[in-house]
């Protein structure tokens, strides 16, 4: 069983919109927590890292939050863009050990 | 930020045949190198974790005699996939690690390899 859950598990939504992408974990011991945006034939990049002590952590148009009591952590975007389409990847880390989400593919409509 | 390269970044091949994918810290040294692979709509699944100078850790399921892997230098790590076949046509994404200027680990992405094999 994966230990990182994500969901929903693709979004679409017009282009200026918000949404919230959801990540629970059961991963542990906890080191940290990362999303990564990839791009359709591309490698990920880091959006976030967030350690136990972090609640919330923000990029540009992008927040992440992480609940560590609860395991749960969030992203949301911010006035989405059409360069948003992506997949976007929770990462949770057990020390040097990292466990991949499945992804969310979020598609940004004109 | 740090950057990952990889070369090439898509290879066709013949069946049987082999090939190499290299994987390159640029701006910092990278004394671990992983492996991943990619398969379409799909999570990246750790193939093999390589150290520099050491033998390469290969997670389960994956055959060490048919991705080979040379982690040679602190920038350095390749890939090799021996006698291609069309299942091992696929994603190969190549991540290295590295501690930051404030001493946090961090583990950077190469931009993919796209392999197909015919």
Not at chain 2, 30 to 55: D, I, V
């Amino acid at each position: 069983k994966n230990q990182v859950e994500q969901s929903p598990q693709s979004l679409i939504i017009l282009e200026g919109k918000n949404c919230t992408l959801q990540c629970n974990y059961t991963v542990s011991p906890f080191s940290n927590l990362r999303w990564y945006k990839q791009d359709t034939g591309r490698g990920p990049v880091s959006l976030t890292i967030m350690t136990f002590s972090e609640n919330t952590k923000s990029n540009g148009r992008y927040t992440a939050t992480l609940d560590a009591d609860t395991k749960q952590s969030s992203l949301h975007i911010t006035a989405s863009q059409l360069s948003d389409s992506a997949s976007y990847i929770c990462v949770v880390s057990a020390y040097y050990d990292m466990r991949f989400g499945a992804g969310t593919r979020l598609t940004v409509k004109p | 930020g740090a950057v990952v390269s990889q070369h090439p970044s898509r290879v066709i091949c013949k069946s049987g045949t082999s090939v190499k994918i290299e994987c390159r810290s640029l701006d910092f040294q990278a004394t671990t190198m992983f492996w991943y692979r990619q398969f379409p709509k799909q999570s990246l699944m750790l193939m093999a974790t390589s150290n520099e100078g050491s033998k390469a850790t290969y997670e389960q399921g994956v055959e060490k005699d048919k991705f080979l892997i040379n982690h040679a230098s602190l920038t350095l790590s390749t890939l090799t996939v021996t006698s291609a076949h069309p299942e091992d046509s696929s994603f190969y994404i190549c991540s290295a690690r590295s501690a930051g200027p404030s001493g946090k680990v961090e583990q950077f992405f190469g931009p993919g390899t796209r392999l197909t094999v015919l």
